[in-house]
């Protein structure tokens, strides 16, 4: 960048340090030579704030603290926005508010991330670096072959552009040890991703194995329908509880077929009505078991129905607890156990569930920050601790003829006996 490159593509590894060599090796040094304004934009704000405007780098520092405090004029944390004495600012930005750009004038911007921000981003920037003869850097890891990988392609046919892919082997940044362990804990895919910089569509994707386990016939009518129930058939209830803005969502799953019904949500209603609801779900299916995500505010709504003898397990959320209801469920998708709706909420919550690797190494199973997950974690406490075989099915006329013929036996067994008591006493 000092040479004069004004674009550049920075595809290095994971835990390789990116951000805090380009803040440190291109943005402040920009910032000193050009008085402007220079925007860092990561996919969500958050994001932004917890890896560089709060983040912290592998000696224990907070990255924004390596910019010499002699240079700095004031810091806005509302904003996340940083003056230098000479009239330049840097802003970190979240691409989720992306419009919010517009009429603005920066003459340096690095997207962070790029692959999962939106790509729309750098249609609104463009013009405005073109005009003013500004640079921009977009730094990544591999995840699929999105924009990311499109705009890699662009750096490697313009020798106007700056590029360059560093995998763990050429950095050194992570011991061969702690590698051998993170290949150890990941899916081969993701681990090639994340080290070894392969463009592999879905490789971070944890929920795979979809379109085998949907089904199609005629949903609407199955839904209108209320999912074929009839006497003899069991179902059981999973009830994830909205938190803040989510939903709440019951889903039902048949036991004598594991085929999962339509999902009932809602939201924005008091905790008197969602347990009503709950209690209208239960008897509606045949007084369906209801697995509860009794977690927080999900406590008194259990102890509420387990005081009206509602069978209701309750299942607390944590860490492990959520990761063990989400690998169950992806096994279950996976051998193809259960049979899922063609809901397309449903089917794209779960295709956004993806592995991340954490700061600290530790692989993570995680929905985009934004997109809801109740969905899916209503449909796996419904699928927890499946029996191992349906229940056999017992129809109203299946149940009519057993009852007759257990009728018949007993009627049959005390003629035997009264016959047999008869003898004996005659006998002796």
Not at 128 to 136: R, S
Request: proline fraction near 5%; glycine fraction near 6%.
């Amino acid at each position: 960048m000092q040479i004069g490159f004004k674009r550049a593509v920075i595809v290095w590894h994971r835990r390789s340090g990116k951000d805090l060599t380009i803040l440190a090796g291109v943005v402040v040094p920009k910032m000193l030579e050009r008085k402007g304004t220079y925007f860092y934009i990561f996919p969500t704000y958050s994001q932004g704030k917890k890896a560089l405007w709060d983040g912290i780098d592998r000696d224990g520092v907070k990255i924004l603290d390596r910019i010499p405090e002699v240079l700095i004029a004031k810091k806005n944390e509302t904003e996340m926005r940083l003056e230098l004495k000479n009239g330049s600012a840097l802003q970190v930005i979240g691409c989720e508010n992306i419009d919010n750009i517009v009429g603005t004038n920066p003459v340096g911007v690095v997207f962070s991330e790029y692959p999962i921000a939106k790509a729309i981003a750098w249609d609104y920037i463009r013009p405005i670096l073109a005009e003013n003869g500004g640079w921009a850097i977009f730094d990544f890891t591999p995840r699929g072959m999105n924009h990311g990988w499109k705009i890699l392609q662009q750096a490697k046919e313009n020798d106007a552009w700056f590029y360059q892919l560093l995998t763990v082997d050429d950095t050194g940044a992570i011991s061969k040890e702690a590698l051998a362990e993170e290949q150890a804990q990941m899916p081969e895919d993701l681990y090639l991703q994340e080290y070894y910089l392969k463009f592999i569509d879905g490789a971070g994707t944890f929920f795979r194995h979809l379109e085998p386990c949907i089904y199609d016939d005629k949903y609407e009518q199955e839904k209108s329908k209320r999912f074929n129930i009839e006497p003899g058939k069991v179902f059981r209830l999973g009830v994830d509880l909205a938190k803040y803005q989510d939903f709440t969502v019951i889903t039902p799953i048949d036991l004598t077929t594991f085929k999962v019904g339509p999902q009932e949500v809602f939201n924005r209603i008091d905790y008197t009505l969602q347990k009503a609801r709950i209690e209208s779900q239960h008897y509606r299916y045949n007084k369906a078991e209801i697995t509860l995500d009794s977690t927080g505010v999900g406590e008194p709504i259990y102890d509420d129905l387990n005081s009206a003898k509602i069978p209701v397990r309750p299942y607390q959320f944590t860490e492990s607890t959520r990761r063990n209801l989400l690998v169950n469920l992806q096994l279950l998708l996976e051998q193809e156990i259960i049979k899922i709706p063609n809901d397309q909420e449903l089917l794209d919550q779960l295709r956004s569930f993806q592995y991340e690797l954490g700061e600290n190494g530790k692989v993570k199973i995680v929905a985009p920050e934004g997109v809801h997950d109740d969905r899916v974690f209503s449909l796996a406490l419904a699928c927890w601790d499946l029996p191992t075989k349906p229940i056999p099915f017992k129809s109203a006329e299946d149940q009519r003829l057993l009852k007759m013929f257990d009728s018949q036996q007993k009627k049959e067994k005390a003629q035997y006996f009264t016959g047999s008591q008869y003898l004996r006493n005659r006998g002796k």
